[in-house]
Structures are given as structure tokens and as C-alpha cells.
């Protein structure tokens, strides 16, 4: 039993067999479980709640509360008919990379705080500039995620159009940025954190899939230009979160150069299905954007704490994020090794997270990850075209990627509280599990698919479950 | 090997046990090896540059260069004599634990998503609050780091002060915040970052211990409120990161008080060692903070990732951060399972940090760590008597908690290069590690006691391998 932190080798491999066992089983029994135990606070409350422990307690014991209680008592995101929000389902290659990670705790700082992780991350920021077809001049680096990912690219943004920002703050100037009605909600909370306020983030009108309506924007900003207001950037959605609806990333571009606006793609969902055959076409300019999010913890698959962002321009990260301080001061480096991860981000310490990214791109492939996400998009297509082969179901948007929105039909009453309620009580089933979004003020069902181990009979499942709880509501 | 996405168990047993292997062996060996083994960028790049791969490689050639350079070509921040910046060992069970927080994959942005996580995590900020002296209803939540931290803060101090700068943005007003010189830079990065600007962080003086000076900034708020600036928020440090000084706390507080400027302090160094005898009495008043920072991965030993802030009253950071989106629409749950961490911080997805801070408290308890810490700071204060018994160093700056700031001084001529190229090569030399900062214009040889691994022993060791550099380079 460990009572102290530098435990012995002996004792490491015994909490470590231990744990890999649990972490086995969770594999082997991941299908066969519901993806979701209801329970509530007052129940989990009463079983963990303690004053801050004072002193230590074995292993084991904490291993049977993780199993018992943690492992139980959680939404298993890497269940094959987990459908909820845009949720990754994690790998094993990264579940036991990530013991290493941990072991080595490399703080990725910059260069000199651990060149080997420090050129791993640089290396995984080339992948994606190859395989999204960024210029090789551009940089990039990873973040806890897509809000933060956004949230560097619009900082970027800023300063690029607005170059007194960082000293002098934002004063008097009042700019405007333009996404779609259906745009993340990180973007007008990116644009709060930067000062620039949400009444300034522009909602553009979509067309009938949901897509930007590229004169809506052009009517905005104009308007906004003759206000004397400071319009400075656009962002596009390369899969909305709520329907995946991809918008139109050429016109868009070409709108946001001849307009002097920053072209921000929010790439967090969609971004990475560029390298599958059914997403090249809408994304093959991808590239042209300023700054670009992805989320590799959504479709590469990486356990949640990957997001990433690339810049076109360097320096413009720079702009936004380089700040001194003496003892960070580089000595005795020069170029390459005085490379410094602070310089193009919000944070100062970052975890290792290009292990994951490095180590899943390594052991399986891109071509893979292309399969696997080609895959999924012919899921959603698939429940798609069982929905409207159905005389009880109905889409509601278009399938552009892996995200589908349908609902059931077969009801006399209100179809949105039926929906509501019918989504509720098929979450607490167990079997399957879907969220919801607003389509043209219809409660939509929602699913995304996400999970290299989600197959078309998956798919046929969730509409039977869908129709059982159904046939109990009704 | 593993060609596939989803790795069959026997084979997640195999790659496990092969990986636990190498971990042990690290753990093992790691008191033995260089702190760093000096390398380049092309020497790196020579070995592991290559376009995105196509198809998979084997798990044992990935671990082979997990070992072979990623394992090498790292600075190993838990080497006992590892005194660089402030920066953690890490430890065993939360290498153990990462496992089983990676299978698990748990994306704790709500409760909803994650039950046990979730709770876990507002169980972990219960016990911040009980050993720091924060009241019941304040709230919290892990970030990133301690930058994100001090950004989260200065939102919450933002919004409080500038209620509609959220929806307005920052329009008109020249907000005026105040740290000392020695207040880190995640200080004015977090003001440029939200739209204040760099140059409303006012700089107030320090004294000879290089603690605020209280009456300087008093001069400062006065002086800017004569102007017509709009003092909202002064910023305490807590240990600050060059010399590990503490600010007055008690006083700031009464002056935050009396002029109705939101108190934040950065504790992300230090904050953690109020459960620590020593620091016991200068962070009696630390739960007086409108927002306090803390960094678990620094002086709770975590692994990097995992940094922390409380707020006194939860609706500040909600005026901050909350936003709101439909497909997060939280249905048929009320009160504690409607809780969403997103509306108290800057992230939507979030790792299950909690778990780590969970699983290390539990394991050694809370009087392991106080000990740990007092060690520490043991270890800097007889670092500090050997100096100050000895012909050939002297000490810079106070020894307030785990940090030290001294230098060479048997050498004529210019001390500053002197003492800067010898950090240097004692760095390269890979026995003992120091990082650097400017004391009173002098260039300081800067160590932080932050590793439960290090002893008296490693300090005396320290001075030997200064003096072996020392008389190579005079």
C-alpha cells in the first residue's frame, strides 16, 4: 500500500496490473453495457462525500471506487450507440500511451522544457498542414480543446485588424464578427472573453440546410460599414454542432478577402473529415482560412484535452500572444530551440498532448482514420435513408457529415414535447443515446457519429429502441 | 499489432504491460540520469521527421522511440535535482491513474456528462475550500493552468466591475488593474487576452523583500482615479514565480476592501503551501480573495494539466462565463444535475482532471503533502544556510517559501555573464538543474524546491556541481 508519493517500482508494476485489468474489462464489456446508469447527486454524494482525507487509503480500496463507482455511474462515450453532442469515443493506443505521458511529465512550455515533445508537437502540426492543405509557412499549435482553439484564432484575429490591442486594450472601437445562425457558442463567448462582446458577434441568416447565406453576410457587413461599425472578421462553420451543415467555405473566403475580413474556420467538429473521400469536395479549400480549429479529441478519436489550431500567418499569433518575462528568459538558444509554445496561445504550462495525437496517427494510419471516419458518415447516411423509408420517423436537416436530425412522427399532440420527452427517457433506457437541437423551432432529435466501433445494424438498433420508448409513451 | 482502431483486450493487456514496464523502469533509473541529455532540433528531427503516415506501425517500434527519444531527448522534471522554474514531479498513482481516466474518456462539461466526474471534481474544489479557508458558497472548477486560472479570475473581476462588458464589450472605459513587478506575466497576458490591454496593468513597486508594497499601490489607485481611470482589481501574488515572495495578503485585502477593487491572488506557485506549517501564518487570510488561483500540478505534485480557481461568489463567474447554446440545453434534470462547469470557465470540453487530484489525495492523504511541502521549503532554507556559510556564493533574495535566488561571486569581472553562462553549462551538464531571474539588476541563479524526491543531500550536491562548473569556466 502506498502511504507516500515516491512509490517503489515494485508497487508501481502491482497498481499498474491492477488498473490495466480494470482498464481491459472496461473494453470487453463496454458494448454489452447500458451507455448510461441513471442516478443522482444525492446518490453519489452520499457515497463519496468526506472532508479533505488526511491520511492515506490502499490502492485497491481506491481502485474498487473507481470501478464501482466512477466507471458505473458515467456516460461511456466509446459505447457504440453513444450518439450525444460531438463526443469522441477514446482509443487504447492512447489509454496506455497515456500512462507514459504522465510517468515522463513533460511540460510543454517550449522547446528547452523538452525538446523531444516540443519537435513531436511541431511534427503533428505539419501533419495537419499537409493533410488540410495549409501553407508549410503557417503555425499551429495544440490547445485543451475547441473552445480554446477558437478562442485563439478570433484573439489572432484581433490583433491582426486591430494592432494596438494587446497594449492598449479595446477602446472606442467597436468591431464586428459575422458566423451563421448556427455557429458554435464558443464563438460569442470567445468574443466576450476578448472584450469584444457578444452584441457585436453578427448573426447571419442560413439557407434552407442550414448553411450561411453568403448575402446575408455581405448584407451585414455592409450595413455595419455604413454604421461605422469595425466589421473584422467572418468564421464559418466546417460542420455546425448542431445539424453538421458545412458552410460554404470557397464563397466565404473569397468574400472575406475582398472584404479585408480574417476568415476563421471552426473546424472543431467537422474539420479533420477532410482526409474522407465524402468530405473532400466541400472542404478542398479549407486551406485558404486565416485560422482554423480542429479537434482532434472529436474525430481523430483522442481522448477529451486535444484541440488544435493553426494560423496562416505566425506572426499574427504572435501579435496576440507573445509577452516576456525575464525568468522564462531563453539562454544560450538560438532559433529552433528557442521555440517557445507561449508565443501562439493563451497558456503558459501545456500537457504533452501530441503523444495521443503522434502515437494514434502512428499505430494506426491516416488511412484508417480515413476509413473509420467514412464509415461514420455512411452511418448517418444510413439511419437517413431508414428514416425516410419509414412511415414513423422524419429528417429534419440534411446529413452533410455524421450528424443526423430526425424525429418521431407518429404522435397527435405536440411533437416537440413528445420529442423531448421520448429523447429524455431513451437517454435513461440505457441502450441507445441521442441529445437535441432546434430545427426551424422543431425539437429535433439529434445524433452524431463518432466511434470507429458504431455500425449500421447500431443504427437500425436506435430506431427500434426509439420506437419501444415510443410505444410506452404514447 | 494493433492495424485497427479498436485494439482487441488481450492485445490492451499486452501493449499495457509493456508499457507499465517501461514506466517502472523510468521511475527506477530515473534518480540515476541526467536531468537532461543536451540535444538539437535537427538532431530530433533527423530521427522522427516523416509526412503523415499512411499506414500503421507496430506498438513495440513506438514504444522503441517512446524509449529511445522521446524518454532521452526530455528534461526530466522529477529528477531530485531538477530545480527549473516551478515545475512538478508528477507521481505514480496518477501515472497508474491516467490510464483509467483515458479508457473512461469522460468529458466532464457538466454533470450530465459525466455523474461521478462531476461530482468528484465538486468534491475536490470542497476540499480547496475547507484547507484554504474559503466559504461553503464559493465554487470553482479545474482549468488548465495557471494561466488559464488568472484569466478565469480577472473575467470573473471583469464583469463584476463592467457588468454589460460581456454583451457590450469593452467600450469607452480604461479599466485599471494592479500587481507587483513581480506579479507574472499570465497577469498581463490575461488583461491583453480579455480586451483591458497591457498597458492598464499598473506595475506597483516592491520592498526589499520583493513583497508589494502596499502604500505604493494605494499611490497608484489614487493617482489613476485623479485621471479618470477605472481601477477594478488588484492581483496578489501568493509565492511569486521569480523569488517565491508573498505578497501582504492581509493588508491588500483590507485595501481591495476599502476601495471596492476585486481581490484576486495568484496562488499558482504557491497557494497550495497554506497547508504547510511554514507558510501556515502568511496565508491565514488567503480565503479572503474574491478569486484565488492554484496550480495542483505545481506544489500538489500532479502532473501538468491541472490548474484551479475558486471564486468567493459563484453568480461572479457566471456573469463571466455563462452562455448558453440549445443543443446544451439541459433536459428534464433540475438543480445539482443541471449543474454545467462551462458556465464558471473559459472551456467547454475539460478533461477529468479531478481525477488525478482525487486519486493522489486519497492515496497519500492530506498530512503527507503538508509534509512533503514543509520539506521543501526545508530543503530551500538550508540551500539558503549553506550559502550564507560559505566564501563563494551569496543569496539574492529572501527565502519565503521553496525558491532560491543566489550566485556565484568568487570571480573578477562581470558577475551577471558570469553566473548566466554557468546556469548554462551546469544545464547542459545534466547533474543539477537551475533556471534563472534578475534580482535588483542582478542576473540570479533561480532554483524551486518543488519534488518530494529531493533531499539535503541534493542541495549540498547542488553547490558541488555549481563549484566543479565554476572552476572549469573561471
Given at each position: 500500500?502506498?502511504d507516500?508519493?515516491?512509490?517503489?517500482?515494485?508497487?508501481i508494476?502491482?497498481?499498474?496490473?491492477?488498473?490495466?485489468?480494470?482498464?481491459?474489462?472496461y473494453?470487453?464489456?463496454l458494448?454489452?453495457?447500458?451507455?448510461l446508469?441513471?442516478?443522482?447527486?444525492?446518490?453519489?454524494r452520499?457515497?463519496?462525500?468526506?472532508?479533505?482525507p488526511?491520511?492515506p487509503?490502499?490502492?485497491p480500496?481506491?481502485l474498487?471506487?473507481l470501478?464501482?463507482?466512477?466507471?458505473?455511474?458515467?456516460?461511456?462515450?466509446?459505447?457504440p450507440r453513444f450518439?450525444?453532442?460531438?463526443?469522441s469515443p477514446?482509443?487504447?493506443?492512447n489509454?496506455?500511451?497515456?500512462?507514459i505521458?504522465?510517468?515522463l511529465?513533460?511540460?510543454?512550455?517550449?522547446?528547452?522544457?523538452?525538446?523531444?515533445?516540443?519537435?513531436i508537437?511541431l511534427?503533428?502540426?505539419?501533419?495537419?498542414?499537409?493533410?488540410l492543405?495549409?501553407?508549410?509557412s503557417?503555425?499551429?499549435?495544440?490547445?485543451?480543446?475547441?473552445?480554446?482553439?477558437?478562442f485563439?484564432?478570433?484573439?489572432a484575429?484581433?490583433?491582426?485588424?486591430?494592432?494596438?490591442?494587446?497594449?492598449?486594450?479595446?477602446?472606442?472601437?467597436?468591431?464586428?464578427?459575422?458566423?451563421?445562425?448556427e455557429?458554435h457558442?464558443?464563438?460569442?463567448k470567445a468574443a466576450?472573453?476578448?472584450?469584444i462582446?457578444?452584441?457585436?458577434?453578427?448573426?447571419?441568416?442560413?439557407?434552407?440546410?442550414?448553411r450561411?447565406?453568403?448575402?446575408?453576410?455581405?448584407?451585414?457587413?455592409?450595413?455595419?460599414?455604413?454604421?461605422?461599425?469595425?466589421?473584422?472578421?467572418?468564421?464559418a462553420s466546417?460542420?455546425?454542432?448542431?445539424?453538421?451543415?458545412?458552410?460554404p467555405?470557397?464563397?466565404?473566403?473569397d468574400?472575406?478577402?475582398?472584404?479585408?475580413?480574417?476568415?476563421?474556420?471552426?473546424g472543431a467538429y467537422?474539420g479533420?473529415?477532410?482526409?474522407?473521400?465524402?468530405?473532400?469536395?466541400?472542404?478542398?479549400r479549407?486551406g485558404?482560412?486565416?485560422?482554423?480549429?480542429l479537434?482532434?479529441?472529436?474525430?481523430?478519436?483522442?481522448?477529451?484535452?486535444?484541440?488544435?489550431?493553426?494560423?496562416?500567418?505566425?506572426?499574427?499569433a504572435?501579435?496576440?500572444?507573445s509577452?516576456n518575462?525575464?525568468?522564462?528568459?531563453?539562454?544560450?538558444?538560438?532559433?529552433?530551440?528557442?521555440?517557445?509554445?507561449?508565443?501562439?496561445?493563451?497558456?503558459?504550462s501545456?500537457?504533452?498532448?501530441?503523444?495521443d495525437?503522434?502515437?494514434?496517427?502512428?499505430?494506426?494510419?491516416?488511412?484508417?482514420?480515413?476509413?473509420?471516419?467514412?464509415e461514420?458518415?455512411a452511418?448517418?447516411?444510413?439511419?437517413?435513408?431508414?428514416?425516410?423509408?419509414?412511415d414513423?420517423?422524419?429528417?429534419?436537416?440534411?446529413?452533410d457529415?455524421s450528424?443526423f436530425?430526425?424525429r418521431?412522427?407518429?404522435?397527435?399532440?405536440?411533437?416537440?414535447a413528445f420529442?423531448?420527452?421520448l429523447?429524455?427517457?431513451?437517454?435513461?433506457?440505457g441502450?441507445?443515446?441521442l441529445?437535441?437541437t432546434?430545427?426551424?423551432?422543431?425539437?429535433?432529435?439529434r445524433?452524431?457519429?463518432?466511434?470507429?466501433?458504431t455500425t449500421?445494424?447500431?443504427?437500425?438498433?436506435?430506431?427500434?429502441?426509439?420506437?419501444?420508448?415510443?410505444?410506452?409513451?404514447?
Open positions: 500500500m502506498p507516500n508519493l515516491a512509490v517503489p517500482a515494485e508497487q508494476r502491482e497498481m499498474g496490473r491492477a488498473a490495466l485489468d480494470l482498464v481491459a474489462k473494453y470487453e464489456t458494448g454489452g453495457r447500458p451507455v446508469q441513471p442516478t443522482t447527486s444525492d446518490a453519489l452520499a457515497v463519496i462525500d468526506e472532508p479533505a488526511a491520511g487509503t490502499p490502492f480500496e481506491l474498487g471506487t470501478r464501482d463507482v466512477v466507471d458505473r455511474y458515467s456516460r461511456h462515450n466509446a459505447h450518439f450525444g453532442y460531438v463526443s477514446g482509443n487504447p493506443v489509454t496506455v500511451g497515456s500512462m505521458a504522465a510517468a511529465n513533460i511540460n510543454v512550455t517550449c522547446w528547452r522544457s523538452g525538446p523531444a515533445a516540443a519537435e508537437e511534427l503533428t502540426i505539419r501533419w495537419f498542414k499537409e493533410l492543405g495549409f501553407p508549410e503557417a503555425a499551429g499549435l495544440l490547445v485543451s480543446g475547441g473552445s480554446m482553439a477558437n485563439a484564432g478570433l484573439a484575429a484581433r490583433s491582426a485588424k486591430f494592432p494596438n490591442v494587446v497594449r492598449e486594450g479595446l477602446r472606442g472601437a467597436t468591431p464586428r464578427l459575422y458566423t451563421s445562425s455557429g457558442f464558443s464563438i460569442r466576450a472573453m476578448l472584450g462582446g457578444t452584441e457585436n458577434v453578427r448573426t447571419v441568416r442560413v439557407d434552407d440546410n442550414l450561411m447565406d453568403v448575402a446575408d453576410l455581405a448584407r451585414l457587413v455592409a450595413e455595419d460599414r455604413a454604421a461605422g461599425h469595425l466589421p473584422f472578421c467572418v468564421v466546417a460542420g455546425t454542432a448542431g445539424t453538421g451543415a458545412i458552410d467555405i470557397g464563397p466565404i473566403a468574400f472575406a478577402r475582398s472584404h479585408d475580413l480574417w476568415f476563421h474556420i471552426d467537422g479533420i473529415a477532410a482526409i474522407a473521400p465524402s468530405a473532400r469536395e466541400p472542404f478542398a479549407l485558404e482560412a486565416d485560422s482554423l480549429s479537434d482532434p479529441h472529436k474525430w481523430l478519436y483522442l481522448p477529451v484535452g486535444c484541440g488544435c489550431i493553426l494560423y496562416r500567418d505566425p506572426a499574427t504572435r501579435a496576440a500572444f509577452e518575462a525575464d525568468y522564462t528568459r531563453v539562454v544560450g538558444l538560438e532559433n529552433d530551440e528557442a521555440f517557445a509554445f507561449w508565443d501562439y496561445g493563451p497558456e503558459l501545456r500537457p504533452f498532448r501530441a503523444l495525437l503522434w502515437l494514434l496517427l502512428k499505430s494506426v494510419g491516416v488511412t484508417a482514420i480515413s476509413e473509420a471516419i467514412e461514420n458518415i452511418c448517418a447516411r444510413y439511419l437517413s435513408d431508414l428514416v425516410n423509408a419509414s414513423d420517423f422524419e429528417m429534419l436537416a440534411p446529413v457529415l450528424i436530425c430526425f418521431y412522427k407518429n404522435f397527435d399532440g405536440d411533437l416537440n420529442n423531448e420527452r429523447m429524455f427517457t431513451l437517454q435513461q433506457s441502450s441507445s443515446y441529445s437535441n432546434t430545427v426551424a423551432g422543431k425539437f429535433a432529435l445524433g452524431c457519429v463518432l466511434n470507429y466501433r449500421r445494424k447500431d443504427m437500425e438498433r436506435l430506431l427500434d429502441d426509439l420506437r419501444s420508448v415510443a410505444a410506452l409513451l404514447r
